[in-house]
Every structure is written in C-alpha cells, then in structure tokens.
C-alpha cells in the first residue's frame, strides 16, 4: 500500500465560515498556463498575469519537478479544472532521493482579514515519500510545524489520512482561528509545498495541486462594501478612475493588497479625476478623506 505522510502546516487567522460570500475573493487555477489571479469582489470580478504569487524554488532546490502546465500522466492526466494545475513534472514519474518545493505567497490581510484557505490535491506516492506543507508569517525566515499551530485553525474534512496516498481529487479547507500575539495583519503569508522522496524506484506520478482560493472578510466589510457615499467608475480600471463623494473631498489614499498607502492626492472638489495608470494591476481600496472607502481594481 502506498503511503506518504501529510503533514498540514499552516498560521491561519480571523473568524470564518466557510461557503459565505467573502468581500474580496483570490482563485488561482493555472489555467492560463502560470498563476496569473482571478480577483473577484463585490459583484467586480477580473482576472490578471501576477506570477509573483506562486514561486518555484529552483535556488535551494536545482532539479525541482513543480512545472504548471497540463498533466500527462499515467494517474495524473488531468487537472480539477482544465487544462493546467501545479504538479512535480507534468510528464514523467518521480525521482528517486529528490526534494521539490513551491511557495504559495497571498495578503495576510488584504485590509479584511484572511478567513479561508481551500485547495485540491493528488497524491501518488510510495512508502518514503513525504509530502510537507508549511507556513511562515515573516517570509520565510521561521517556517512553522504543525505541532506548533495546530490550536489556531480547523479544516475541513476533519477526517484526514496523513499516511495514505490519495489518487482521487481532495478538497481541503482550512477556517483560522482568532490569535493574538504575532503580526498576522502585514504582508504576506507564505505557504510551502515541498515532496520528498524516498529511495523507491516504482513508478509513481508524486503530487498534483490544483484551485487555490483565498477568502477574506472581517469588520468593517460592510461600510467598505456598501458605503454610497464614494462612487468611483469605471470598474475595472485601467487608467483613470471618476470619483463621487457626497462631500467635499480634500484627500485620496489608494491602499493596496497589503495595507500599504501607495499614493495620497491632496484637492478640493466633490468630483476628481484620479490617475492609477502607473499602479500595478490588482485590487486597492481607495480612502476619502480618511474616513469613507470603496474598493477598486486596476488593470
């Protein structure tokens, strides 16, 4: 019987339940050939090239097998959603004594506050095999064991197998707990995938991943996701956005992913014409006056 051992490592935070419409959504489903993100918020919804997000480590790890592109496997010979999905080497088994590894690279925060972590996975492996997933808070200086975060999240199905190998398509979600004491609100999350392999020869396919989503929701939603007293169009953006306020407006700060003010634009009108032409694309919040938001996303 073939066994692996499936270790779930992850820093999840905030209250979360899962299925609810989140007010800003990420889905990472490669289909377009590398990781390119489909945001998806409030009824706005487009879809951009942001390889950053996923990272094949070929530094510490010279011969990875993680390529993106359309299984051709023997068990694994296709994605959950066509074509593509993240695999150790879309057309040939696993080597032998090797290590691959790829990190998945998302907002903590996202102004909202990460609720949710779901994606699919194949595992064919062999007894030796080791299939790894860690989490790190400070990129990637501490990477974290699941003995030490296992209080800080539940996952669904509540049921999982850490020793077998699985050929059939897993949906796991994880829901983070509230906890205190670290900066989970900065920067990004990193989340590591690594496949170590043992010294079997027998040929097996190893792992295929495949439809990340990150949900994001907490307090405040509703005054960002409602708030009628900034209007901005059109949405997407691509150069210049119109933006309505039922006041005067004496500042705009466009906020990005990451709780980063990347531009403040001083004026005195009810109406201005904000030029986002040199942001890169992805979503922002934009603030007036320091008291009313409304989300956005550039192009």
């Given at each position: 019987?073939k066994?692996?051992?499936?270790?779930?490592?992850?820093?999840?935070?905030t209250?979360?339940?899962?299925?609810?419409?989140?007010?800003?959504?990420?889905?990472?489903?490669?289909?377009?050939?590398?990781?390119?993100?489909?945001?998806?918020?409030?009824?706005?919804?487009?879809?951009?090239?942001?390889?950053?997000?996923v990272?094949?480590?070929?530094?510490?790890y010279?011969?990875?097998?993680?390529?993106?592109?359309?299984?051709?496997?023997?068990?694994?010979?296709?994605?959950?959603s066509?074509?593509?999905?993240?695999?150790?080497?879309?057309?040939?088994?696993?080597?032998a004594?090797?290590?691959?590894?790829f990190?998945?690279k998302?907002?903590?925060?996202?102004?909202?506050?990460?609720?949710?972590?779901?994606?699919?996975?194949?595992?064919?492996v062999?007894?030796?095999?080791k299939?790894?997933?860690?989490?790190?808070?400070?990129?990637?200086?501490?990477?974290?064991?699941?003995s030490?975060?296992?209080?800080l999240?539940t996952y669904?199905?509540?049921?999982?197998d850490?020793?077998?190998?699985?050929?059939?398509?897993?949906?796991?979600?994880?829901?983070?707990?509230?906890?205190?004491?670290?900066?989970?609100?900065?920067?990004?999350?990193?989340?590591?995938?690594?496949?170590?392999?043992?010294g079997?020869?027998?040929?097996?396919?190893?792992?295929?991943?495949?439809?990340?989503?990150?949900?994001?929701?907490?307090?405040?939603?509703?005054?960002?996701?409602?708030?009628?007293?900034?209007?901005?169009?059109?949405?997407?953006?691509?150069?210049?956005?119109?933006?309505?306020?039922?006041g005067?407006?004496?500042?705009?700060?466009v906020?990005?992913?990451?709780?980063?003010t990347?531009?403040?634009?001083?004026?005195?009108?009810?109406?201005?014409?904000?030029?986002?032409?040199?942001?890169?694309?992805?979503?922002?919040?934009?603030?007036?006056?320091?008291?009313?938001?409304?989300?956005?996303?550039?192009?």
């Amino acid at each position: 019987m073939k066994k692996c051992i499936l270790l779930f490592i992850f820093i999840l935070v905030t209250p979360f339940v899962y299925a609810q419409t989140g007010a800003l959504n990420f889905y990472i489903n490669f289909d377009n050939g590398d990781s390119m993100v489909r945001y998806h918020w409030s009824g706005d919804s487009t879809t951009i090239s942001d390889a950053g997000w996923v990272y094949i480590d070929t530094s510490n790890y010279p011969g990875n097998k993680w390529q993106i592109g359309k299984p051709q496997k023997t068990v694994f010979n296709s994605a959950y959603s066509v074509p593509n999905a993240i695999v150790t080497d879309t057309l040939l088994p696993c080597a032998a004594n090797d290590t691959s590894a790829f990190i998945l690279k998302i907002p903590k925060a996202a102004w909202l506050g990460l609720n949710s972590f779901n994606f699919r996975y194949k595992l064919d492996v062999d007894t030796g095999d080791k299939a790894i997933i860690e989490a790190s808070l400070d990129s990637g200086a501490h990477w974290y064991a699941l003995s030490d975060i296992n209080s800080l999240f539940t996952y669904s199905p509540s049921t999982i197998d850490p020793g077998a190998a699985t050929t059939t398509w897993q949906d796991i979600s994880l829901y983070p707990h509230h906890f205190g004491g670290m900066d989970w609100y900065n920067g990004l999350l990193y989340i590591r995938f690594t496949l170590m392999t043992g010294g079997s020869t027998t040929p097996r396919d190893g792992w295929m991943i495949d439809d990340f989503q990150m949900g994001y929701e907490g307090e405040g939603v509703a005054d960002i996701r409602k708030n009628s007293m900034v209007q901005i169009s059109p949405i997407p953006a691509v150069s210049v956005i119109d933006v309505s306020y039922t006041g005067r407006i004496h500042t705009l700060s466009v906020i990005n992913i990451y709780g980063q003010t990347v531009s403040t634009t001083n004026c005195n009108d009810e109406h201005v014409k904000l030029d986002v032409s040199a942001l890169p694309s992805g979503p922002y919040l934009l603030r007036v006056n320091n008291t009313s938001s409304r989300q956005f996303i550039k192009q």
